[in-house]
C-alpha cells in the first residue's frame, strides 16, 4: 500500500495529459485505468487487432521503420492461454536475468503460471502404467500441453525479439495486402498523400505526428495524441485529419464500432489538438475535415467522413468526457465511473 502510494503522489506531481487510450480506460472502467496509468501495472502483450493495424500503420506511413518495429515469425503465433503462458515465462525470466535458459528447462514456472491461471488443472496422475510401462503424473501432462513445437519456437522469438514486436507471416502477408488496396485507391491515396506530390508545393503531408496541447483553459490536464495522417492543402484551404481503422468486421457494422470503442473521443481530441497547433491557419479560414478510413475483414476500403453537424454533436458530448475526467483527477477516485458518483436508480 506504501508503494501505491508514493506512485499516486509521483502521478499527481507531474502535468497530466489525456489522450484517447487515457479518456476510454478511465470512463469504462477507473480501476483498470488506476493500476496501468498510477500503478503502472501494464501488460506486456498486444490484441492480435492491434498488431494488425499498428503493421498497417507502419507499413503504409511509417516506411522504412518496419524493421525497427517488427520481427517476422516463420510459423503461426500460439494464441489464447498458450501465448499468455510463454509470455508471462518470458517477463519472469527476463526480469531474473535467466534469458539462457530454454522453455524446456522452465518446468517449475510452467506449473506456477499454470496452476495461477488454473489452466489444466484437471489432469491428474494415472493410475495405471501405459503399454510401455510408464506412469505419468499430472504434472508431467500439464508441462506436455505447453512444451509443443509452436509454443517452443515463439519463446524463443520472444528471447531474439529485443523490443520488437513479433509478427507471424500471415498477418504480415494480410496487412501488405491491404496496404497496398489503399495505395491503389486513388481518392484515399491522394487525401493521404501517398502520390507523388512533388510538384505540389502547397502540400504538406504529417504522417504519425505527435501533437500537445499541454494545458486545457478549464480542466486540470491537458492532451495529447498521435495522429495518423493529416495534410495541410494551403490551395484549397483545407486541413484533412484522416484516421486509419481496421476492423475484423465488415463495413456495414464501422458505425456500431464507433460507438463501441467510443472512436467520437479520439475524433474530436485530434480535431482539437489539430486547431491549438494552426491557429494562424484556422484564424485566416482554413476549414478542418476528419475523416475515419476504414479497411474491413474483407479488404474493402471506405472514407467516413464526419459531417460539421456530427462533429459539432461529438464535441458537446466531448465535455462531458472532459467533466467526469476532471472529477476523477481532482476527486482521486477511481472505484466506479463518474455517472455512479451519484445514485442511480433503475
Keep these: 500500500m506504501m508503494t501505491d502510494l508514493i506512485k499516486e503522489q509521483e502521478y499527481y506531481s507531474r502535468p497530466l495529459l489525456h489522450s484517447y ?4 480506460r478511465l470512463l469504462y472502467s477507473p480501476q483498470l485505468y488506476y493500476k496501468y496509468y498510477i500503478l503502472k501495472e501494464r501488460e506486456e502483450t498486444l490484441q492480435p487487432s492491434l498488431v494488425e493495424g499498428k503493421v498497417i500503420h507502419c507499413l503504409l506511413l511509417d516506411n522504412g521503420t518496419f524493421n525497427d518495429q517488427f520481427v517476422i515469425s516463420p510459423g ?27 522453455l524446456q528447462e522452465c518446468n517449475k514456472e510452467i506449473l506456477t503460471i499454470l496452476k495461477e491461471i488454473d489452466l489444466h488443472q484437471s489432469l491428474t496422475d494415472d493410475k495405471k502404467a501405459d503399454p510401455a510401462g510408464v506412469k505419468r503424473t499430472g504434472d508431467e501432462k500439464r508441462i506436455d500441453k505447453i512444451l509443443t513445437e509452436q509454443n517452443i519456437s515463439y519463446f524463443e522469438y520472444l528471447k531474439s525479439k529485443g523490443n520488437r514486436i513479433i509478427v507471424d507471416q500471415e498477418t504480415f502477408e494480410k496487412c501488405s495486402e491491404a496496404v497496398s488496396v489503399i ?20 502540400l504538406i ?22 495522429l495518423d495522417n493529416y ?24 458505425r456500431d464500432s464507433l460507438e463501441y470503442f467510443r472512436y467520437d473521443i479520439q475524433a ?14 484556422i484564424k485566416a479560414g482554413y476549414q478542418i475535415i476528419f475523416t475515419f478510413v476504414v479497411i474491413d475483414k474483407y479488404q474493402q476500403l471506405y472514407p467516413f467522413e464526419v459531417s460539421a453537424s456530427t462533429m459539432m454533436e461529438w464535441e458537446n458530448k466531448f465535455e462531458e468526457v472532459l467533466k467526469a475526467a476532471s472529477w476523477h483527477y481532482q476527486e482521486k477516485r477511481y472505484e466506479l465511473p463518474y455517472e455512479f458518483s451519484k445514485k442511480v436508480t433503475l
Design 76 to 102: 503461426k503465433l500460439p494464441e489464447g492461454n498458450n501465448k499468455l503462458v510463454c509470455d508471462q515465462i518470458f517477463k519472469v525470466l527476463r526480469d531474473n536475468n535467466q534469458l539462457g535458459l530454454s
Design 21 to 24: 487510450s487515457s479518456l476510454t
Design 268 to 281: 474530436v481530441i485530434q480535431k482539437l489538438l489539430v486547431t491549438m497547433n494552426n491557429l494562424d491557419l
Design 231 to 254: 495534410a495541410i492543402d494551403h490551395t484549397r484551404k483545407i486541413i484533412r485529419i484522416n484516421d486509419l481503422k481496421t476492423t475484423g468486421k465488415s463495413l456495414h457494422e464501422f
Design 183 to 202: 495505395r491503389d485507391h486513388q481518392e484515399i491515396a491522394a487525401m493521404l498523400g501517398l502520390e507523388s506530390f512533388s510538384n505540389d508545393d502547397s
Design 205 to 226: 503531408v504529417f504522417n504519425e505526428k505527435e501533437l500537445r496541447m499541454e494545458t486545457h483553459p478549464v480542466y486540470p490536464f491537458g492532451l495529447k495524441g498521435v
